[in-house]
Each structure stands twice: as structure tokens, then as C-alpha cells.
């Protein structure tokens, strides 16, 4: 971890209740979550599951019951409607004794005192606590790029629903983002039939994590489907014209554009754990167990900088499953359990017509990574392999996805390879069908 003591040394007070505490307590546990995402809401329904009499409070700053943020881009593609991005409605919250307090925000915590201050909703109590918080999406700063139209994140809700809105009415799109925002949000507006640009200010897509020629076939995809690529490139001023922006690009792009996506990372929510003691870098440190520095609070999902027993290191996942595993997780060690998190960190998306999926650590997490590759422009398939000393670490795949689950097994196992070649090896086998079970006698 960068600056912070490895797997639980910098966690010396347990979250731990024990017996005697939990006998002499007088009323039920007040569980307060800060967020109702992925993460939140996943680990409201286990603790509600594991603890019938517990008190559960969750707080977020939206005005929306989980939806599926992973869905956003088949809704913004017009593929699917926007009552079934939502996961979980009001009645379920009902149903299940959940507390959710939409349109507020947490605007301060005493952790000495155990409490926290809404708004609106003044101060309560809590327990045990959860910081769920996420993060938010970095706007465009670019002269005239503050307060005008038509110019769009990508993180929540009501972004999706002012594109889809806008789409019907343009003709022509910008998108700056050179990550996997940046590229839901460029494929989308291709499949609308929309004139799309997609600029990045790096040389190819994912810089950091891919290499040249892993660049070159994501470039090949996104020309097949029709994209306009402009590489090495910025928005270095927006201006208003007839109901349009004109957009020029810091080298010498220039187009007059309908709508402007943006998808330039997330800072997290943690501002309002500032001067508390809390210990955060990006996001709020954690050992593998997702406890804090603090007595009796958690992190989980994007914000949670946790210790990963698989890499051996502190890192963020901001992916749907992550968030959905860590919350189901953490709510067992909330009530009590002591079980470390250990799942290798995987990311799977479509890319145009094809896919690619990232497990384990790249060269963006990890520069002493050695890796190797193998490359099929004509198929537009890419392998990249990431190893620290004889251990496989982590893979990217675009295009065929066979040996996905035998790549998944060596980087969890963390098994030695003598052969890195041999591992393509692997990736080029079909995958075992399971075995049917015997008939009964």
C-alpha cells in the first residue's frame, strides 16, 4: 500500500463485539450506512438476513432506490427501459425494516461521539457503521465548459436520463475519456447513429494498462463501428452557437457538437472525513477484513481502499460486482465474523462488437509488472498477461474470451509458472463443460 502498513497492522482496535457486550446491550443494534449503491444496499439486505432485531439506517444524497449503474449503458443505447435499471424499490425497503433516507447528505461524523450529522434529519446515533459513499464523477474545466448545456457525466441517473432526452435532437457527439466511461459512453452514441468523436488525451485507450498494440485493436473496433478517433487530444474550450457547442480541441480538432460526454474518473466521497482521524488516501483505507482505523466503521465498494490477500497490496475496484460482494461481505463482519476479502478484482465489459475483461492487476496498479503479449490484428484479438516474478497476476483479454476461468484460477492460486508462453497455451484450450450428473439409479 502506498504509505500504509500491510494487510491489519494499522487496525489495532477490533470491530469485534463480544458476548459480554452483546448480553448487556439493552436495545438492538443500529447499523448506519452512508450510501445506498451496490455496496450499501447489498450489505443492508445481509445484515437484515442475519439480524431480524437490528436497527438499519441508509443515507444517501440522491433521489433514487438502487439502480443498476451497470445497466445505464444499454439504456443509454435504447436497449432497455428505465424502469428495469432499477434494482430495488421503496416497498422492498419496507418490507425489509431498511430505513432509507433519500435527498440527504451526511454533513458531519464524530467518530469519539459515534455520530453524525444530516440534512436534513439533524444528528443521530449509530452503532456500527458503513461508508458506502462512492465517489463522483471529475467535471470538464475548460473555459465555457461551466454551466453549459448539453454537457454530460456519466455516473448517475439523472445524467443518463438528460442524454437520452438529448439524443433524438443531435446529430453530431463529442466524448473526451480515455477509460471505460469514456468508451460506454462513445458506443452508445455511435449506436444511436450519431457523428462520434471520441478524443483521449493519452495515445491509446487505456495507456496505462495496455500497450501499443492492445491500443491499435481497440482502435480497429471502434473504426469498424464507425467512430471518429483523435488521440492525443483534449477540449480546450467549448463555445455556444445556435443551440449547439462549437468544441476545439487543444492540438486541432474543432467540431460543432449536439451533445459533449465526459468521462474523466471519480474523486471519492470522503470529504467529510476530513480532520476526523479517518485514514484515507484516494479512497478510506481498510485491511482485508473492510474495517477502518476506526472502532466499529467499515468501508465498502468504490470508496473502500481495501487490502487484497490475492495481490498482496491496498487497491480500489469501482466495479458493480465488487461493490455487490464487498457489501454482502462486510455485513458479516459488521455482526461479528472476522473473514478476510479474497476475490481476484475482475472488470468485464462489451468493446464495440466484441468484448474485453481485466482481472487481477495491471501495469496501472502494479509498474514492476513484466508482461507478454499475443496479438491477432486481422482478429481483432489481444492477450496481455501480467507477472510478478513467476506469479500470474493479472490479463486483459479483447476479443475471445476462451480460458478466461483457467487465467481467474492461476492468478487467484497464485501459482508458480516456469513457462509464460505456456499460459497462452491455456487461453487457446476450450473450457471443460461441466459434468452432468449420473442419472439416478
Known amino acids: 500500500m502506498r504509505g500504509a502498513p500491510a494487510r491489519g497492522a494499522a487496525f489495532g482496535q477490533s470491530n469485534r463485539t463480544t458476548d459480554e457486550e452483546t448480553a448487556l446491550s439493552t436495545h ?7 450510501g445506498n449503491g451496490a455496496a450499501g444496499t447489498y450489505a443492508a439486505e445481509q445484515l437484515r438476513k442475519l439480524d431480524a432485531a437490528a436497527e438499519i439506517l441508509m443515507i444517501d444524497d440522491e433521489p433514487y432506490t438502487l439502480y ?5 449503458p444499454r439504456y443509454l443505447r435504447g436497449v432497455l427501459l428505465e424502469q428495469r435499471v432499477y434494482v430495488r424499490d421503496q416497498e422492498w425497503h419496507t418490507t425489509n425494516r431498511i430505513d432509507l433516507r ?6 458531519q461524523v464524530s467518530f469519539d461521539e459515534k455520530t453524525l450529522h444530516m440534512e436534513p434529519g439533524g444528528e443521530i ?3 456500527r457503521l458503513l461508508i458506502a459513499t462512492g465517489g463522483r464523477p471529475n467535471p470538464l474545466r475548460a473555459p465555457g465548459a461551466d454551466g453549459a448545456p448539453y454537457v454530460f457525466n456519466f455516473q448517475y441517473f439523472d445524467d443518463a436520463k438528460g442524454m437520452v432526452a438529448r439524443i433524438p435532437e443531435s446529430k453530431v457527439a463529442v466524448v473526451l475519456g480515455g477509460s471505460f466511461i469514456g468508451y460506454e459512453l462513445t458506443e452508445a452514441f455511435a449506436h444511436r447513429g450519431l457523428e ?3 478524443l483521449m488525451r493519452g495515445p491509446w485507450f487505456l495507456r496505462r494498462a495496455l500497450d501499443r498494440e492492445g491500443g491499435e485493436v481497440i482502435s480497429l473496433l471502434a473504426q469498424d463501428a464507425g467512430v471518429h478517433l483523435h488521440y ?6 467549448l463555445e455556444r ?5 462549437k468544441v476545439a480541441g487543444t492540438k486541432e480538432f474543432s467540431a460543432n457538437a449536439d451533445i459533449v460526454g465526459v468521462g474523466l474518473g471519480l474523486t471519492m466521497n470522503i470529504d467529510v472525513f476530513q480532520g476526523t482521524g479517518l485514514e484515507a488516501n484516494v479512497g478510506v483505507i481498510t485491511n482485508e477484513f473492510l474495517e477502518t482505523n476506526m472502532p466499529d466503521v467499515w468501508a465498502a465498494g468504490d470508496v473502500a481502499e481495501f487490502y487484497d490477500v490475492v495481490s498482496g497490496r491496498h487497491h480500489r475496484m469501482g466495479t458493480w460486482d465488487n461493490s455487490l460482494n464487498h457489501g454482502r461481505h462486510v455485513a458479516k463482519n459488521m455482526l461479528g465474523a472476522k473473514e478476510p476479502y479474497i476475490e481476484v478484482p475482475t472488470y468485464a465489459s462489451g468493446m464495440f462488437n466484441s468484448n474485453i475483461s481485466v482481472m487481477g492487476v495491471t501495469t496501472e496498479e502494479e509498474p514492476d509488472a513484466e508482461a507478454v503479449v499475443e496479438v491477432d490484428l486481422a482478429g481483432r484479438n489481444y492477450k496481455r498477461l501480467f507477472f510478478l516474478g513467476k506469479k500470474l497476476v493479472g490479463a486483459i483479454l479483447v476479443g475471445k474470451m476462451k480460458g478466461r476461468k483457467k487465467v481467474l484460477e492461476l492468478i487467484s492460486t497464485r501459482a508458480e509458472i516456469e513457462d509464460r508462453q505456456k499460459v497462452f497455451e491455456l487461453l487457446a484450450m476450450p473450457e471443460t463443460p461441466a459434468k452432468a450428473p449420473a442419472p439416478e439409479a
Open 28 to 34: 438492538p443494534t443500529r447499523f448506519v450506512i452512508i
Open 241 to 245: 452557437s445556435n443551440g449547439r457547442l
Open 102 to 107: 433519500l435527498e440527504t447528505k451526511v454533513d
Open 232 to 237: 492525443d487530444e483534449a477540449i480546450d474550450r
Open 196 to 198: 462520434t468523436h471520441w
Open 125 to 127: 446515533p449509530y452503532d
Open 68 to 72: 443498476n449503474r451497470v445497466s445505464l
